[in-house]
C-alpha cells in the first residue's frame, strides 16, 4: 500500500498534486469484501491550477466527465450521497495492476479532488 501522496498518486496513474495545494493522506473508512486496502487524497486548488493538473493527469482539461448518474459502488466506497451537480466522478481499474482508483471532482469554490485508490482481492 503506497503511504504518500505521491505514491498514491503514481500508483493511480495520475499528476501530484498542484503546488501550494492544500493535501490530504487517509486510509478509506469505506473498504469493501473485495479490497486488501483503500487510501485517499484529498486536495483544494484554484481553478487554474487544477484544469493544469487535469491536462497533466487525462490530457485534457475536461478528462472526467459529469457525475450525471453515480454507481452505488462509487456512492458506497467515498462514503456520498447526494451528488450536486458541480462533481465530476471516474471509476476505473488501473491496466496491468490490482488497483482500482475513484476521482471526484468538485467544481465549487474552492475546487476539490479526492482520489481513492485500493488494492482489489
Do not use: H
Amino acid at each position: 500500500m503506497p503511504n504518500t501522496v505521491d505514491g498514491v498518486l503514481e500508483c493511480a496513474e495520475l499528476a501530484p498534486p498542484p503546488e501550494g495545494a492544500q493535501v490530504q493522506l487517509v486510509e478509506s473508512a469505506t473498504i469493501s469484501e473485495f479490497e486488501a486496502w483503500a487510501v485517499e487524497v484529498r486536495f483544494e486548488a484554484p481553478a487554474d491550477e487544477l484544469e493544469r493538473w487535469m491536462v497533466d493527469s487525462y490530457g485534457d482539461p475536461g478528462g472526467i466527465g459529469r457525475a450525471w448518474v453515480t454507481p452505488q459502488e462509487v456512492k458506497d466506497a467515498m462514503d456520498i450521497e447526494d451528488v450536486p451537480d458541480t462533481w465530476r466522478i471516474e471509476e476505473t481499474s488501473i491496466q496491468g495492476s490490482a488497483f482500482e482508483r475513484m476521482v471526484l471532482v468538485d467544481d465549487a469554490d474552492p475546487r476539490t479532488v479526492r482520489v481513492r485508490l485500493s488494492e482489489v482481492r
